[in-house]
Structures are given as structure tokens and as C-alpha cells.
Nanobody, 115 residues
């Protein structure tokens, strides 16, 4: 049973930075492509970035150049460095496998960017 714990969210002004962490227990984290998903208020949860087991990262256009993924497989943790945050980055951020089927979803971590 894989358990995912997201942390690092908070309230930040536009232009600010946050680093999110995704820690996992109970699974083979290191061989999976891990994604960060964002659920904006009133919207569905969408994948915004993913990182392969080899460390290759892919970002959606809206965060490209501002967000950076990294992973520490020894710690079963994936990080999302978010810079130049915009109000439209507001939402609850979740991590999970980027490929189906997903593991059980964690609680997520809330990011609020004020203008």
C-alpha cells in the first residue's frame, strides 16, 4: 500500500516561490514516473509536471520555465520548486504516478497565490 504525503504549500504573493515535497512510503517509488497535479478551485485535477525514473522532466506550457522538478529516490521524495508564482497557480497540489492506475491519492497541499 503506497502512501503519499504532500507538503510545502502555503500563501504567497505573486512572484514568490514555494517548494513542494512529495514523500511516499510502501511502494517502489524509484521506478515510476511521478507527476504533480493541480486542482484549482472548482476545476478538475490536472497534471502540470512529471519526472521519469531517469530524471527527465516534462512541464505543461503554463508552468514551463517557472517550475522545476527533482527527485531523491533514496528518500522516496519528489520536489516541485515553484518560482514566479501567479494567482492562476492557486490550487491544491497532489503527487501520484503519472501513468494509470494511480496510487491512492494523498491529502494534497494547498497553494494560494495572492495578486
Amino acid at each position: 500500500q503506497v502512501r503519499l504525503v504532500e507538503s510545502g504549500g502555503g500563501l504567497v504573493q505573486a512572484g514568490g516561490s514555494l517548494t513542494l515535497s512529495c514523500a511516499s512510503t510502501g511502494g517502489i517509488f524509484g521506478i515510476n514516473t511521478i507527476g504533480w497535479y493541480r486542482q484549482a478551485p472548482g476545476k478538475q485535477r490536472d497534471l502540470v509536471a512529471r519526472i521519469t525514473a531517469a530524471g527527465a522532466a516534462v512541464y505543461v506550457d503554463s508552468v514551463k520555465g517557472r517550475f522545476t522538478l527533482s527527485r531523491d529516490d533514496a528518500k522516496n521524495t519528489v520536489y516541485l520548486q515553484m518560482n514566479m508564482l501567479k494567482p492562476e497557480d492557486t490550487g491544491v497540489y497532489y503527487c501520484n504516478k503519472a501513468l494509470l492506475p494511480p496510487w491512492s491519492w494523498g491529502q494534497g497541499t494547498r497553494v494560494t497565490v495572492s495578486s
